[in-house]
């Protein structure tokens, strides 16, 4: 069965400092990657998604993740995080034919000024 | 682009009543919609998945009696808590995808269930 862990549920960092987020997986088949962040009481907005191909993905408010198959991993990262990322980070697992997704515990990220 | 509208927001009610919670698509057309609850501080934890025009899949240990799902159209699903009572109460998420190959879930802003 596939699964998802996120091995960090809370990290605080400092405005302006780098952050990584750490997202391992267990899965099948080759895997569809994903990660979500949500703010309180809201819906999940998708940050960034793996199919295929590059293995550095780029994605929105200047987050990026590097899927890594021999580790089974697919952390997110950005280099200077801002008071406007502090959420909850979901990381999720789905693959081609298989419309489900998988979401791991979530991490809450805290920045301190 | 591909927004998924989810209405109420936040509701409040006594135990017992039915409450019916909306998806919508507004910008693209939703072949599959799947509906998703999230106890605090935890999660998502998938519930069903529907498809329009036909029945809804739900995953194991939920009650399909007592969350009733629609997919009517191509653009709305909804669920409905038949007979609430406060052990439903919780954060209800929709989540929507339009079939086409490679393309993500788009989530709804959530609805708070709180059952007095």
């Known amino acids: 069965a596939q699964s998802v862990t996120q091995p960090d549920i809370h990290i605080t960092v400092s405005e302006g400092a780098s952050l990584e987020l750490r997202c391992n997986y267990s899965y099948g088949a080759t895997p569809y990657l994903f990660w979500y962040v949500q703010s309180p009481g809201q819906g999940l907005q998708l940050l960034l998604k793996y199919f295929s191909g590059d293995t550095l993905v780029q994605g929105i408010k200047g987050f990026e993740a590097e899927f890594k198959r021999s580790q089974s991993s697919f952390n997110l990262r950005k280099p200077s995080v801002h008071w406007s990322d502090a959420a909850e980070y979901f990381c999720?697992?789905?693959?081609?034919?298989?419309?489900?997704?998988?979401f791991g515990t979530g991490t809450r990220l805290t920045i301190i000024p | 682009g591909a927004v998924v509208s989810q209405h109420p927001s936040w509701v409040i009610c006594k135990s017992g009543t039915s409450v019916k919670i909306e998806c919508r698509s507004l910008?693209?057309?939703?072949?599959?919609m799947f509906w998703y609850r999230q106890f605090p501080k935890q999660s998502l934890m998938l519930m069903a998945t529907?498809?329009?025009?036909?029945?809804?899949?739900?995953e194991q240990g939920v009650e399909k009696d007592k969350f009733l799902i629609n997919h009517a159209s191509l653009t709305l699903s909804t669920l409905t808590v038949t007979s609430a009572h406060p052990e439903d109460s919780s954060f209800y998420i929709c989540s929507a995808i339009d079939g086409t190959v490679n393309q993500p879930q788009h989530f709804g802003d959530g609805t708070r269930l709180s059952i007095l």
């Open positions: 910008d693209f057309q939703a072949t599959t």
């Open positions: 999720a697992v789905g693959s081609f034919g298989n419309e489900k997704l998988t």
């Open positions: 529907s498809n329009e025009g036909s029945k809804a899949t739900y």
